[in-house]
């Protein structure tokens, strides 16, 4: 069975940092590009980044570029959301999300793509 499990997420102050991971179990991350998501109550499920199987592409939400950084290690089958200097606005609920492709260098931001997805990891952005 596929599941992803993320971690890392917790209370953190105003400027802050927290690194999510993303692993998996029942299968290789070779084939999978991933995307990391969030939702803050009330609001939308929001896409934030993704990272393409061989990790050369990645992208992100203009509200995230500069503070936050994606990143995985296929050895591990684990990929990384790197969260700096956050903000209040960043509470929300973290996912990371996965689908199989076999373009190696492409990711993609549209949620109906991702297949497989995490429980999700709370990230509280207060003083």
């Known amino acids: 069975q596929l599941q992803l499990v993320e971690s890392g997420g917790g209370l953190v102050q105003p400027g802050g940092s927290l690194n999510l991971s993303c692993t998996t179990s029942?299968?290789?991350?070779?084939?999978?590009?991933v995307g990391w998501f969030r939702q803050a109550p009330g609001q939308e499920r929001e896409w934030l980044s993704c990272?393409?199987?061989?990790?050369?592409?990645?992208k992100y939400v203009d509200s995230v570029k500069g503070r936050f950084t994606i990143s995985r290690d296929n050895a591990k089958n684990t990929v990384y959301l790197q969260m700096n200097s956050l903000k209040p606005e960043d509470t929300a609920i973290y996912y990371c999300?996965?689908?199989?492709?076999?373009?190696?260098?492409?990711?993609?931001?549209?949620?109906?793509?991702?297949?497989?997805w995490g429980q999700g990891t709370q990230v509280t952005v207060s003083s």
């Open positions: 999300s996965t689908y199989r492709t076999f373009v190696n260098d492409i990711c993609v931001s549209k949620d109906t793509r991702y297949n497989y």
């Open positions: 029942g299968f290789s991350l070779d084939n999978y590009a």
């Open positions: 990272i393409s199987t061989n990790a050369v592409s990645s």
